[in-house]
């Protein structure tokens, strides 16, 4: 079964880090929810995800390949 997994995903906007050390692992047929605040980093991590913004640090991965 195919895995989708984010490790230590961290990203700044002019010196503000708007997502620090973010680890998400998801397996296909899984439907998951980001909660959480306005402002919490939610659509810059699915962003960095789906390769639309460049994580600063991290890895992002589907079965093991980068």
């Known amino acids: 079964m195919s895995t989708l997994k ?6 700044s906007y002019k ?6 050390s973010v680890g998400l692992e998801v397996t296909a047929g899984s439907i998951v929810g980001l ?11 699915f962003y960095m995800i789906v390769g639309l913004v460049p994580s600063d640090k ?3 991965s589907i079965d093991d390949n980068d």
């Open 6 to 11: 984010a490790e230590f995903l961290a990203k």
């Open 15 to 20: 010196g503000r880090q708007v997502v620090k």
């Open 35 to 45: 909660l959480g605040p306005n402002g919490a980093g939610k659509t810059t991590t």
């Open 58 to 60: 991290g890895k992002i």
